[in-house]
DNA sequence: CGCAGTATATAGGATAACCGATATATTTAA
DNA sequence: TTAAATATATCGGTTATCCTATATACTGCG
């Protein structure tokens, strides 16, 4: 994914952004990347995405129900949880920057 | 520095993280990293801040003024534009998710 | 002065995110 | 039925963050 910000290159933050996502609304991969595009305004490829979703597969994270050519993803129990730790951690780090006028 | 979350590991916002702290007030090497303890939970090692900090002065976000064994870091102006332009791309990407319950 | 503690610095290496290219399966269009 | 488009999948490689040492400079204290 090409780095849309000099500074902060975001690596390290899709799968809690995926992870996030789907605790919002069960979706496919490439209705994922699209939901990141419009975050972050690069869509993260094929090759990006798909093994980032089979990480957090193995990972017990997330589970996949197979419809035809497309693939729902749905947060497992303990997907459910991390997105709630994740998300804490993620909250301690950066409010004061969301605030800050 | 240690994985204190299991899915985002943070990657890449280090430089971030330190420019905002930057903008908000001058500081040294130590004293960023005990910051960013705060809001993180680890704390960076020498190895890690110095090399950002280069990094950053490197490419003329930031400047030093040494005083002594301390180094005290101040924003130059492109550092206060890139700052601005981080921090709005951080907040596009991730404001839903600071603002969700 | 000599020693401990603090702040900075760098080299070397591990890790993992991400991409480009390529391949396969399913659906739809023609 | 064949072609095109969509969705998923994998591999190899690049890149950059971050860490573990280790080293150096300055300060203060005895």
């Given amino acids: 994914m090409k780095k849309t910000c000099g500074t902060c290159d975001m690596r390290g933050m899709l799968s809690f952004q995926i992870l996030w996502l789907l605790s919002k609304k069960s979706m496919h991969g490439e209705e994922l990347a699209e939901e990141i595009e419009k975050r972050r305004g690069a869509k993260p490829k094929a ?55």
């Fill in 47 to 101: 090759g990006t995405i798909y093994p980032a979703l089979k990480e957090l597969k193995n990972n017990g994270l997330i589970e996949g129900k197979k419809d035809g050519k497309i693939i729902k993803y749905v947060l497992t129990k303990d997907g459910k949880d991390e997105v709630k730790r994740a998300k804490a951690y993620f909250i301690r780090s950066f409010k004061d920057i969301l605030l800050s006028d």
